[in-house]
DNA sequence: TCGATTTTGTGAACGCATTCACAAGTGGTT
DNA sequence: AACCACTTGTGAATGCGTTCACAAAATCGA
């Protein structure tokens, strides 16, 4: 690691050989490359464009027609500039004066989301949690379908959950090809998260979501967003922590 | 990249009003002296500690009794330096030459994020995703207890998960008091969450974590974080699409 | 005691994200 | 046509977070 420091951004090869992709405010690799059409829409905007397009969708089946940004922010819960902006990463599409067609706009997103096309997911342990998100209604409603269950527990295999029959995690190779899966969500116990994982990576799965409470490692150009719900919520005790106790000194309380 | 999911915790905002007041202690132009327990520890660090600890916790249990900061953020999948500065807003605890005492360290961290005394959470919406987290250890093992199930459907009330009694949605106020709840937990259906929250922030609770694909509007002081399956998804759909074809590729030459 | 080595803690640089503020369009009205 | 009320799109300003780079401890060995 030590490489003079004038190259543009130089991941931060871990020492272990394999380059860790948290799961944080996220970056896509970009290289020192000039740049063209910047389609590139920041990581940030992604997250609220999927809002957005829930928020739209359900204007839609309102029969709403037109939405301006303030309306729209509101709704999602952002500043309306901030709204405006991200829309802007995806052309212009409003109306000076009027606002934004709904349907258009939808459209739009879905497009940038790549949600034109259903990917499949496969999900990996089916145990409590797993079992929940195999029922989860949330997933298949936009965008994708879980195509199949696995589990390392022979006694698991074999059960019907949701229309699927659990099979083994020693068959996932030839799950990934038959069904071309294009996202693995982990639902196992910590400890056999980088053992999934690697499986994943191996047969060319480059995007992952993680509820097992463990880092992933991960090599260069494999996505893994990762849902810890303990730490959701000691993160939400921090914050309960100074509400009780007010900082340093005075009064100064929190707004 | 994540999340982080998701976002840190959004302050919470007036449903209409803005001018968020990001109630972050501003930058205190004070003296040099970092002195006293200085809680004015950056949102982003929070979510990171809570990784550091659980790290380390792992740590202490094979009996590792000094760790470097190298060591630690590769653990933990970050830089170095960012968990320096990470550990630094808490105070120096570490060793130069040496690294930091595990035990310290863990010990440290509880105390900021106010683990020491076990908070109580109650889970409103006891459905396919309520129940599995009903069931969820990740909660319970630390500094959390699941302390009430509530869900508005009648054929639900008095059913019994995991050990506990599912009461009435109508109960929440009486739940609340007696039971001394801090954290409210929303897995309920998108179109009942916002009644839910408000009827947690009626009866005083101020940290929120929801599960519903809604966006809840509440007041300045409450803190909500939201977990979003679909969301998530979507967003390693938008850079799968991304990888299928190469942004700006040499294809468009538009200029 | 001194120097070599290691590792922390942090000022400064950098880059990304959010917000501000306003010019430039748009539709409606007279 | 001229004006007005409204709303987008965006340059500039601001703020936050990450990374760099190095001086300041601390330990060890001779």
Redesign the interface.
Known sequence: MEEPATGGVRR?R???GRA?????????ESRPEPR??????P??S??RL??Y???LSQLAEQGVVTVSSEELA????V?SANLRKDLSHLGSYGTRGVGYDVAVLVERIEG????TRR?A?ALIGVG??G???A?????T????HIAALLDADPARVGEQIAGLVVRSVDELPDVIRELDI??GVIATPAHAAQEVCDLLVDCGV????NFA?A???VPD?V?????????????????????LRP??GAL?E??
Chains 1, 2 share one sequence.
């Open positions: 931060a871990a020492a272990i860790v992709r948290s799961t944080l405010p996220g970056r896509v063209r059409e910047d389609r590139a829409v990581e940030a992604v997250a999927a809002v397009l829930r928020v509101t709704a999602a819960g500043n940038v989301l790549g949600l990917l997911v409590n949690l079992h929940a998100l029922g989860y209604g949330g997933f409603t936009r965008g994708f294009a996202i480059t995007s992952i979501l409470p880092v992933l490692a150009g996505d893994v967003r990762k849902v810890d719900l303990a730490i959701e919520l000691q993160i939400l005790s921090f914050h309960e922590q100074r509400k900082v340093g100064e929190v707004g």
